[in-house]
């Protein structure tokens, strides 16, 4: 058996976090280490009997944008987009064909930095590991949404989310939205047939964003 690696980084916001090592689900890959340094995200794929650049990038591709928008899901955090940053992969002769590339990357760091405790970070690794399910194809637009810079874009792409996962039903967001927090704020819906229908100050707000109503700057 022959063994390689490939690597992937990408920014990171606001995270610090002691390495962690994944298993797999998939025989060609060995092991996967997730680090955090300098405000990037390393994710490393330990592959074996893969032979070109091609090959492990099909095979760890859809694995590191999963691995990615979970981070970003669990914690919270913003996650750029996500490089390949050099690779390790053995021919059959033996000789190593190593290939790297570097990037010079900068975000703006927003808030305080978190620095999850043991608790947390086993939670992060049993979340990783568990089999793709179908909500998971939820994760990467929760990602991008995050990723927004504009709060209003974000607040929106966030939204949308939230009815894709509701059946594009506004009411079903709302029940979603109180279950979280009972104390959201909640006002009657001041037009058309839905006059007087309650709604959270979420989906009132997605509303005077979204369509042409008076007295609303």
């Known amino acids: 058996m022959k063994s390689g690696t490939i690597s992937y980084l990408a920014p990171i916001k606001r995270i610090e976090m002691e390495p962690i090592e994944l298993s797999w689900r998939v025989s060609s890959i060995d092991k996967i280490e997730i680090k ?9 794929f330990f592959v074996n009997n893969v032979f070109c650049e091609e090959e492990a990038l099909s095979l760890t591709r859809d694995a590191v944008e999963l691995i990615a928008s ?5 914690w919270d955090c913003q996650i750029g987009d996500i490089w390949c940053n050099g690779y390790s992969l053995p021919k059959k002769n033996e000789n190593r064909d190593v290939s ?3 990037l010079l990357l900068s975000w703006n760091i927003v808030g305080a930095t978190v620095k999850p405790g043991i ?8 979340f990783l590991e568990e089999p793709f399910k179908d909500s998971d194809r939820y994760l990467s637009l929760f990602r991008f949404s995050l990723n927004q810079t504009d709060s209003i874009a974000r607040f929106l792409f966030l939204y949308n989310l939230m009815l894709l996962l509701n059946r594009d039903k506004q009411e079903n ?5 109180l279950i979280i ?5 909640v006002t009657h819906s001041p037009i058309g047939r839905g006059r007087g229908k309650m709604e959270t ?15 609303v700057d």
């Open 36 to 44: 955090i340094e300098k405000e990037f995200l390393f994710i490393t």
């Open 100 to 102: 790297s590339s570097s």
């Open 173 to 177: 967001v709302d029940a979603q939205i």
């Open 119 to 126: 608790e947390k970070i086993q939670k992060l690794k049993a």
């Open 70 to 74: 979970k981070i970003s899901f669990e």
């Open 181 to 185: 927090n009972n104390k959201t704020p």
């Open 201 to 215: 100050i979420y989906t009132r707000l997605r509303n005077e964003v979204s369509h042409c109503r008076s007295n």
